[in-house]
């Protein structure tokens, strides 16, 4: 089965400054995507990033990226520039392609709750 | 920003009632899931469905029901609340895998937050 590990249940930055979120997954499919989403407190959950597994660039979107280690099955997200609008939950996310058939579904980790101070 | 909907958005009922938790989506995603989740907990699959007429149970077993008549629609029932059911209930939808640009993305409500006294 896969499985989806956040080791960081909580975490706290500074205002401007960088943060690292670790994400490990565990599989022995060859074809997956990866997400990260975000869920702000009492509000709507959003998707963050994607990563397509065929891909060896990482993915950014603006202030966000990620370091995405194939043979390490790694995903961690970096957020630069740290905004206080940052501060949430922040669930990894995995899901296989190689089935099809439209059965698959997508395994989340038991999220980070990032705060960030200002 | 998705188009998805999930009503009430906040419920306070008393044990033994029957309620109905709405989520509609107007995206025509195949895909719908309930999650259950505690404030700043895990997420908890507790139903899913791949289409009209098919439903199927998640992860986490549940005593609610779920039905899908509709292909935009996707309601989950609990016949009589008890206080152990107080939890935020999130609805979600994705398009199958390799259709238009389904990439697998869950594109998620603003979620039902239930309590039960």
């Known amino acids: 089965a896969q499985t989806v590990t956040q080791s960081q249940p909580e975490m706290s930055v500074q205002e401007a400054e960088t943060v690292t979120l670790s994400c490990t997954y565990d599989t022995s499919e060859n074809n997956y995507y990866l997400f990260w989403y975000k869920q702000p407190p009492s509000r709507q959950m959003i998707l963050v990033i994607r990563?397509?597994?065929?891909?060896?660039q990482n993915a950014t979107e603006n202030r966000f990226s990620v370091n995405f280690q194939k043979a390490a099955k790694s995903f961690s997200l970096k957020i630069s520039d740290s905004q206080l609008g940052d501060t949430a939950m922040y669930f990894c996310a995995f899901i296989l392609t190689a089935r099809g058939g439209g059965s698959e579904k997508l395994v989340f980790g038991k999220g980070t709750k990032l705060t960030v101070n200002p | 920003e998705a188009d998805i909907y999930q009503t009430p958005r906040y419920l306070v009922i008393g044990t033994g009632k029957k309620i109905t938790l709405e989520c509609s989506q107007t995206?025509?995603?195949?895909?719908m899931y309930w999650y259950q989740q505690d404030p700043g907990m895990e997420l908890h699959l507790i139903h899913y469905?791949?289409?009209?007429?098919?439903?199927e149970k998640g992860d986490l077993s549940s005593e609610s029901t779920v039905s899908r008549i509709r292909t935009e629609h996707f309601p989950l029932t609990l016949e009589s609340a008890r206080p152990s059911h107080t939890s935020q209930y999130l609805c979600a939808s994705s398009p199958v895998l390799g259709q238009g640009a389904g990439t697998g993305e869950l594109f998620f409500g603003e979620g039902s937050r239930l309590t039960v006294l």
């Open positions: 990563q397509e597994a065929y891909k060896q």
């Open positions: 995206m025509g995603h195949d895909k």
């Open positions: 469905s791949y289409g009209v007429n098919s439903t």
